[in-house]
């Protein structure tokens, strides 16, 4: 089933906070990303606002941190609604960054993930798995499997009584929904795919993602011998392309909603992912907002942010079986 979010047209006016903060976000990207591969963490850190966890509640949602793996900095935030003893269904996250920026911890991503506690009425999960090109492929994927585990062996004391892992979802974006497809999920929104062809998105548009960045991302993200060896149509980038997984006979793969973006230069890739879920076979949902960039709903001055966690609530319900909250 495909949806359109909002009407397409010329690209939007942006609020002035919303572009100066994309601006700053290229140009810091740009400047980290270094011509021998690795990544400058100490400007990074310098721009890395994050929030601590607040067991007192804020905005209705109180949180804290549980540590999986210390020797590998392996831990997640865990957010609780506290408006409602039911059962409440629970969605792992994964945040965005390339593989190679970004935390669990950071602002932008404590702040979106307390409105998906709050807004879909779960408990939420956000994951801060390791970061290329420091830690390369499969390490992020491997992560994302132990903290499943993790949860699924020590839930009692690790989440709270009324969750309920018989509704659980893995979501993410950008990379973070790439890291849920590899670990099973899902919430993709607005993947982070490629492939060695160049799209005509990827040709068309640059605002906060471009090829130039993308190729930078990928090198940083596969061991060398195998970015050598596959290039861009590496399995784990190009997920529905030449050495793409035979999900057809996979019984148990989710439903899946794709959400894209219409200014998103990623966003050819991300319709073919959609387009394969359904050529396999499986239950798959598409969103589109077409007057919107890459990475929009972390922006809670945009409607179209808060009309995406609309769509979520609507489809994690659906899934449940629960009714509106």
């Given at each position: 089933m495909e949806l359109t979010a909002n009407n397409p047209q010329k690209p939007p006016s942006l609020p002035w906070k919303t572009r100066i903060v994309l601006s700053v976000l290229a140009t810091v990207t740009d400047a980290s990303q270094r011509r021998d591969g690795t990544v400058n963490r100490r400007l990074l850190k310098l721009f890395n606002f994050t929030s601590p966890p607040n067991a007192k509640p804020v905005n209705g949602v109180k949180s804290h941190d549980v540590t999986v793996d210390p020797t590998r900095n392996l831990w997640f935030r865990t957010f609780v609604p506290t408006a409602t003893t039911q059962l409440l269904p629970v969605i792992v996250f994964f945040h965005g960054g390339g593989f190679v920026y970004l935390?669990?911890?950071?602002?932008?991503?404590?702040?979106?993930?307390?409105?998906?506690?709050?807004?879909v009425s779960a408990v939420v999960v956000s994951v801060n798995y390791r970061l290329a090109p420091e830690h390369r492929c499969p390490a992020q994927y491997d992560d994302g499997f132990d903290v499943l585990k993790f949860l699924d062996e020590r839930k009692s004391g690790v989440l709270p009584e009324n969750a309920?892992?018989?509704?659980?979802?893995?979501?993410?974006?950008?990379?973070?929904?790439n890291l849920a497809h590899n670990v099973i999920g899902l919430v993709a929104i607005q993947p982070f795919f490629g492939g060695e062809e160049r799209t005509d998105s990827e040709k068309r548009l640059s605002l906060l993602v471009s090829m130039d960045r993308t190729d930078w991302l990928w090198n940083a993200f596969l061991p060398s011998g195998e970015a050598a060896a596959a290039g861009r149509d590496h399995e784990a980038i190009n997920v529905c392309g030449p050495r793409a997984a035979d999900i057809s006979k996979v019984d148990q793969f989710p439903a899946t909603v794709v959400f894209v973006g219409g200014l998103d230069a990623l966003q050819d890739w991300q319709r073919r992912?959609?387009?394969?879920?359904k050529r396999s076979g499986k239950e798959a949902y598409l969103v589109e907002y077409p007057n919107m960039f890459h990475a929009f709903y972390i922006f809670p001055e945009l409607p179209e942010s808060r009309e995406l966690i609309s769509q979520v609530t609507e489809f994690v319900h659906k899934q449940c079986q629960l009714p509106d909250r």
């Open positions: 935390t669990a911890d950071a602002k932008a991503y404590d702040a979106v993930c307390r409105r998906f506690a709050r807004k309920d892992l018989s509704c659980c979802f893995l979501a993410g974006d950008s990379a973070g929904a992912y959609y387009e394969w879920l």
